[in-house]
């Protein structure tokens, strides 16, 4: 089983809908929780940190759920420059304080 | 400038040559990292450095080496070039907190024929 897991999608939203997605991790020993969004071919680039009382930026809402040990991501109001592949990170200070990264979630905003 | 910057942006060389890529960065951080990229595989974690001093091999390091020559600098070199190090390869940064996260290099598209 890997580390951190996303499910690839391609998630199909029309504009304006809501689209949520997860990301599940194997370590319990988890502390830090991350959310990337990377556009096709460039550099991942942080969307926004996780924190254990979930948080929000704008239309985007994170979810930490360590009992059942996933991340979740909440994009309200979809427009289509949400397009993108949105890539979940966790770090495990015991395990040397690095980044894993899952595979991504490919997300598709059409009109 | 980018916070961190990755030279060459694009690179085709044939198989069997030494090749280097280079990447620095100006967010003052002591921790650095690079990364492939393929289809499917995700991110996949090559070789770590902490600090100047220290390097460390990630999960897949085999045919690949480093240099840390300064805080600012940490190269990756693929001593004799495969067809199947074809990726994107993505440097990047942290600080010891990671508390921001990682900052990534725009990438270097490597392509071995």
């Known amino acids: 089983r890997k580390e951190v897991e996303q499910d690839p999608g391609p998630f199909n939203v029309p504009e304006g809908a809501t689209v949520a997605f997860n990301c599940t991790y194997s370590?319990?020993?988890?502390?830090?929780f991350f959310w990337y969004r990377q556009d096709c071919r460039k550099e991942p680039k942080l969307l926004m940190s996780?924190?254990?009382s979930g948080n929000e930026d704008g239309r985007f809402t994170a979810q930490l759920n360590r009992a059942s040990q996933y991340i979740s991501l909440l994009i309200r109001d979809s427009k289509l420059s949400d397009s993108a592949t949105y890539l979940c990170a966790v770090n495990i200070r015991a395990a040397g304080n690095k980044l894993t990264f899952g595979g991504g979630t490919r997300v598709l905003v059409k009109p | 400038d980018a916070d961190v910057t990755q030279t060459p942006r694009n690179r085709i060389t044939k198989t069997g040559k030494r090749i280097m890529l280079e990447c620095s960065q100006t967010?003052?951080?002591?921790?650095m990292y690079w990364y492939r990229q393929d289809p499917g595989l995700g991110l996949r974690l090559i070789y770590y450095s902490f600090d100047v001093k220290d390097i460390n091999k990630g999960e897949i390091s085999d045919g690949y080496s480093v240099s840390r020559q300064a805080q600012a600098k940490f190269s990756l070199s693929l001593e004799s070039a495969i067809p199947n190090q074809t990726a994107l390869y993505f440097c990047?940064?942290?600080?010891?907190?990671?508390?921001?996260?990682?900052?990534f290099g725009s990438g270097t598209r490597l392509t071995v024929v």
């Open positions: 990047a940064t942290s600080d010891p907190g990671q508390t921001y996260g990682y900052t």
């Open positions: 370590n319990s020993a988890s502390q830090s």
């Open positions: 996780v924190y254990s």
């Open positions: 967010k003052g951080h002591d921790r």
